[in-house]
């Protein structure tokens, strides 16, 4: 049974940073793609950036030059670095990975940014 784990969110002044973690376990070979959505309330989820097991990174452009995404392959984790935080960052952040063609999420923190 496969789970991913976040942890890492919290209260912060616009300005500021947070780092997010997330780790998948379970009977795991490979992942594809990691990466992280949020939703804010009233929103629809939205992809804020995502990595491949290559390496290769994107972002949505909201976030872009701000939050940056890594990933330990060996250690099946993905981080996302946020930085410069804006009110408008405030939301709940999804771990998702692409596992063998079937999509995971983690349960989700929450990420509240004051001005």
């Known amino acids: 049974q496969v789970q991913l784990v976040e942890s890492g969110g919290g209260l912060v002044q616009a300005g500021g940073s947070l780092r997010l973690s997330c780790a998948a376990s379970g009977s795991i070979f490979s992942i594809n793609v990691m990466g992280w959505y949020r939703q804010a309330p009233g929103n629809e989820r939205e992809l804020v950036a995502d990595?491949?097991?290559?390496?290769?990174?994107s972002y949505t452009g909201s976030v872009k030059g701000r939050f940056t995404i890594s990933r330990d392959v060996a250690k099946k984790t993905v981080y996302l670095q946020m930085d410069s935080l804006k009110p408008e960052d405030t939301a709940v952040y999804y771990c998702?990975?692409?596992?063998?063609?079937?999509?995971?999420w983690g349960q989700g923190t929450r990420v509240t940014v004051s001005s």
């Open positions: 998702y990975a692409d596992i063998y063609g079937s999509d995971y």
């Open positions: 990595i491949s097991s290559g390496g290769s990174t």
